[in-house]
């Protein structure tokens, strides 16, 4: 198994830019998370969604995020406008009801820049 | 990778000797109690959960303690290898939701 796999894995962007982060959870698992990692924070839940619905988007910062989950193998979070404190590690992870809610797989994470 | 910030707690061990890596949790009403370890670089992975109706778990050269009374969970970590250097996250799941809410982490690192 490939494992989570997120897109791309380093971004770059100037302040005003849409981003799009993207994400495959691992074939089979019907929940899927996004989290953002900062010095400052920590590790946050920004959303999730069970079988692509989405659950609690209480952590979702404001209305410049939006979160999507098409499918059962692809999400998207994207920021429009970015603003330099959207920088971050923004990582996604996947469960199963197999594997148990407590044990979620994470992707590699996406580093965001936001200049 | 961004894994860490700069002042999270650092725990220095010798390789071979026994590491107890601690954590305070905050809600009661938590359903299970979780560690993650992230190497730099890379996503939180996985090591061992606990329910809220156990003390103690035991896996391949780690323990779990769980105290509610006190509300404090610690990771045994047994003949400590370089590859354990890391930073170590508690996390709790409250009751009737899937959020892994995190703690701050604690870097362990593993000096020969």
């Known amino acids: 198994d490939a494992g989570v796999i997120q897109s791309p894995r380093h971004e770059v962007t100037e302040m005003g830019q849409e981003v799009t982060l993207r994400c495959k959870p691992i074939?089979?698992?019907?929940?899927l998370f996004w989290y953002r990692q900062t010095m400052m924070r920590g590790l946050e839940l920004l959303i999730y969604f069970n079988n692509n619905v989405p659950i609690d988007d209480s952590g979702m910062p404001e209305d410049r995020f939006s979160a999507k989950m098409p499918n059962a193998s692809f999400s998207t979070l994207k920021i429009q406008p970015s603003e330099p404190r959207d920088s971050a590690v923004y990582f996604c992870?996947?469960?199963?009801?197999?594997?148990?809610?407590?044990?979620?797989?994470f992707g590699p994470g996406t580093r965001l820049l936001v200049l | 990778g961004e894994s860490v910030g700069l002042h999270l707690p650092t725990l220095s061990v010798q390789e071979g000797d026994n590491s107890i890596i601690n954590c305070a949790y905050s809600?009661?009403?938590?359903?299970?109690f979780i560690w993650y370890k992230q190497e730099s670089g890379k996503g939180p992975q996985f090591i061992i959960d606990i329910r809220s109706n156990m003390d103690k778990r035991q896996g391949q050269r780690v323990t779990v303690l769980l105290n509610k009374t006190v509300k404090h969970l610690s990771l045994q970590i047994a003949a400590t290898q370089p590859g354990d250097s890391a930073v170590y996250f508690c996390?709790?799941?409250?009751?009737?939701?899937?959020?892994?809410?995190f703690g701050t982490g604690t870097r362990l690192q593993v000096f020969p």
């Open positions: 074939s089979g698992h019907n929940s």
């Open positions: 809600n009661s009403a938590s359903d299970y």
């Open positions: 992870a996947s469960s199963s009801p197999d594997s148990g809610r407590e044990t979620q797989y």
């Open positions: 996390a709790e799941i409250p009751q009737w939701t899937d959020k892994l809410i």
